[in-house]
Each structure stands twice: as structure tokens, then as C-alpha cells.
């Protein structure tokens, strides 16, 4: 199932009956999950990137950091950075990446690697009811093929608020989500110029008892369908413009 650009708010739900789960009221805003739920805190301070040997206060240290720190955690990202990372950057634990600033200045997060892989993978996580959530970030692929977030298996759920995604060849989301994932929301966020991939957002719901929800969000000046769907839909909510 695809669906075309301009998309403001709509709900997809699979065939499978899904639990999904409940937002929490995190100091006045709707989150899936709330920087007082998490364990430890790393903030990213450096824009620099080594697979190497990666520098405190960068954000594959951070991420590795997170990692190897059982439960949620949170990575906050200082305002202003231009990330470009060496190579893609794997996600194994619940995290909270969220940037400071507003949309002008909040950091920047791309990839100098050639070949066509996402900035970040969500892959092999094993901690139960573990999530990700994304906030006011910006993704930019400077029109390189690949994609931006992958998610593989292990998660029950994934949250992007006040965030952008541009300039990517294949994707900006993909969902090859295993039975865990329950539940996938998007709200005030944009995605813009992505090329001619099969999808912006993209998802395998087969097999997965998944929740889709798009809120206030705008897919513009896209080649590939704003969001597409490898699975059967019991109905749909929302508004398609």
C-alpha cells in the first residue's frame, strides 16, 4: 500500500489485533517515553566522528555508551552541531536521542560513507519493552543514496517529534520490524527531498501487530511515496489531503 505526498495525520493499523502502547504526559508534551524514564544521561558536545576510537562527548561514543548501559537511556545533543559520521552508527538499548536549540539551530546529523547504508540502525536489541525516540533533530543525507533510520528487530516501540529528514536517496524511515514492534509515531516532523526509493517511510507489517500514527506532518518535494506499507490494513483514520 502506498501513500502519496502531503500527508498531515492518519493512523494504519495492520490486520494483526496489536497492543499499542500508551503515550505518557512528559511535562506537558505526549511522548512514548519521558527523559525521567531513563537510566543514565551522555551528552554530545563534539561534532567529530571515529570509528577508531571514538572521542568523549561524540556522539558514537554516546551511542556506545547507551549500548552497554542496561534500560533507557538519554543522549542529548548540543545546539549548532554539524555531525558528520565516519559510518553508520548501530542502536542496541532503548534510547532518547534528543537535540537542543530550536529548528534553526538544533544539530545536524549526516554520514561522509559512500555506500548506500543508513545513518543509524536499530538492530539486535534484546532488553524488553525497549523504545527509541527521536527528538528535534535534523537528518541530512546530502543526496546520497541510503537512507536515515533503520530499524531491524528487538523494539516495541519508535518516536520522532519535532524532527526533519531531507535529502536521502532510498529512505528517511524503514521498518523490518520482527513481532516485538507495536507501535510507530511520527508527529511534527518533515521529511523532504527523498529520492527515488520505494518509500519515505516504509514498513513491513506482515507478521507484526503494528501501529502506525502520523501526526502534523509534512512529506514535501518527495520522488518516492510519502509512505508505504508491505502488509494488510484492517482501516485507516485520518486525514489524506
Known sequence: MGIAA??????????????????????????????GDAVESYR??????????PEVGS????????NSSPGLDEIVIDAELEIQLEEMIMISDGLIL??????????????????PYPVLEVYD???????????????????????GILVADGLVGFGMYEASMRAFGEFALDFQP??????????????????????????????????LEVRNSRFVDNEATAIRLDGELSGTDGAVP
Open 6 to 35: 502531503g500527508l498531515i495525520g492518519m493512523s494504519l493499523v495492520p490486520t494483526a489485533s496489536y497492543a499499542a502502547l500508551s503515550a505518557k504526559d512528559c511535562d506537558g508534551v505526549q511522548r512514548l517515553v519521558c527523559s
Open 44 to 53: 554530545v558536545d563534539k561534532s567529530t566522528d571515529s570509528m577508531a576510537a
Open 59 to 66: 556522539l558514537r561514543w554516546a551511542i556506545e555508551q547507551a
Open 98 to 115: 534528543r537535540g537542543e536549540g530550536d529548528t534553526e539551530t538544533r544539530a545536524t546529523i549526516g554520514s561522509q560513507e559512500v555506500d
Open 125 to 147: 536489541v534484546s532488553a524488553p519493552n525497549a523504545v527509541v525516540q527521536v527528538e528535534n533533530l535534523t537528518f541530512d543525507g546530502h543526496g546520497r543514496d541510503g537512507g
Open 178 to 211: 520482527d513481532d516485538t514492534l507495536e507501535q510507530i509515531m511520527i508527529e511534527n516532523s518533515e521529511f523532504t527531498n527523498i529520492g527515488e526509493g520505494t518509500g519515505v517511510v516504509q514498513a513491513m507489517t506482515e507478521d507484526s501487530s503494528l501501529s
